[in-house]
């Protein structure tokens, strides 16, 4: 058997080794180390001739050193003669900047796709991109895992007395109709202007939520701006309690004090992104399992896709 061998870059070796855990074996041996000059040097410390690799290495900040780390990683077992490379990207980078939304902007989702590419590897395991069209970015096989299946168990025994779910924006109503779906519920939306970028102003809710326990739910939160604010203009419409669930955590800049502060009652993540501080109101589920899960079904030749179905 040709066999498969499990490494972890930097971003997030505690989520590789909760992979590691399920799947029975061990992360194989890297070193990582960074030249004076900030640039990155990799030592593979042991064979990988043949071997069908996995490197779990999240694109999250500092997003510029992950994803290079990834590339440099990528070429050295190329050049150790690796059969096939997979990387296990589980937050995917750069993936909002998917679209000419303006003149003279780049579309950074494809260039990222581009390189990942041209790195030499063979197949893309992610979780929850920002946009579902990047897979067509990309001219090897991505699979991309839903954030649905990590979250609906642990609502499900929330056992919310009325509950309901809400898009925070237009662009989420095909994210959110899923959970609704699987969890047999209603569906409103929060219809939201944004000014410019990183800032919110909720404009106004499609649907009645008086009386509601409201599920947000959307892939990533940010700097919690959009959540906190429909949080509030929710509760303002009488909602009884207001939970959000994002599958990536980036949580950046004023986002735990407006988590913390806002009136958002609890912000459900997982952890494809490590949590940089603990918070009284973050939950975190883990993503491990789906990953481990597709890796062993891949390496088997199996249908990734029954992990959605069963």
């Known amino acids: 058997m040709r066999g498969y061998k499990l490494f972890s870059g930097s971003a997030n070796i505690e989520f590789a080794q909760k ?4 799947l029975k074996v061990s992360l194989g041996e890297i070193q990582l180390n ?19 690799v996995f490197i779990v290495q999240p694109t999250c900040a500092p997003t510029n050193d992950n994803l290079m780390e990834l590339l440099i ?15 296990v990207i589980p937050y995917f980078g750069y993936a909002r900047q998917d679209r000419k939304a303006a003149p003279r902007v ?16 063979d197949q893309v395991i992610t979780v929850d991109l920002h946009a579902a069209q990047i897979q067509g970015f990309f001219d ?44 047999g519920l209603e569906l409103v939306i929060v219809d939201k202007r944004r000014e410019k970028a990183n800032e919110a102003e909720v404009m106004n809710i499609i649907g009645e939520v008086e009386g509601r326990d409201v599920i947000l739910v959307d892939d990533m939160v940010d700097t919690a ?11 303002k419409r009488g909602a009884t309690s207001v939970m959000a669930c994002c599958t990536h955590g980036v949580l950046s800049g004023p986002a735990y004090d407006r988590i913390e502060n806002g009136t958002l009652d609890e912000l459900v993540i997982t952890d494809t992104i490590p949590l940089k501080q603990e918070s009284s109101k973050i939950t975190v589920l883990s993503a491990s399992e789906i990953c481990a899960e597709t890796i062993r079904r891949i390496y088997n030749n199996e249908s990734v896709n029954d992990i959605f179905t069963e």
Do not use: C, H
């Not at 990683?73 to 990387?87: L, V």
């Open 19 to 22: 992979i590691a855990s399920y």
């Open 34 to 52: 960074r030249f004076s000059d900030g640039e990155i040097n990799v030592n593979i410390t042991e064979s990988v001739r043949g071997r069908d």
């Open 73 to 87: 990683m990528t070429d050295a077992f190329k050049r150790s003669n690796a059969g096939t490379i997979t990387a």
């Open 106 to 121: 780049p579309i950074s989702a494809k260039l990222v796709a581009s390189m990942i590419e041209k790195s030499g590897i």
């Open 140 to 183: 090897i096989p991505v699979d991309n895992l839903y954030g649905s299946i990590i979250f609906t168990d642990y609502l499900q025994a929330k056992n919310l007395p009325n509950p309901i779910i809400a898009s925070p924006d237009i662009g989420g109503v095909a994210r959110a109709r899923n959970y609704a779906q699987k969890l």
């Open 225 to 235: 701006g959009t959540l906190v604010k429909a949080a509030e203009v929710l509760k």
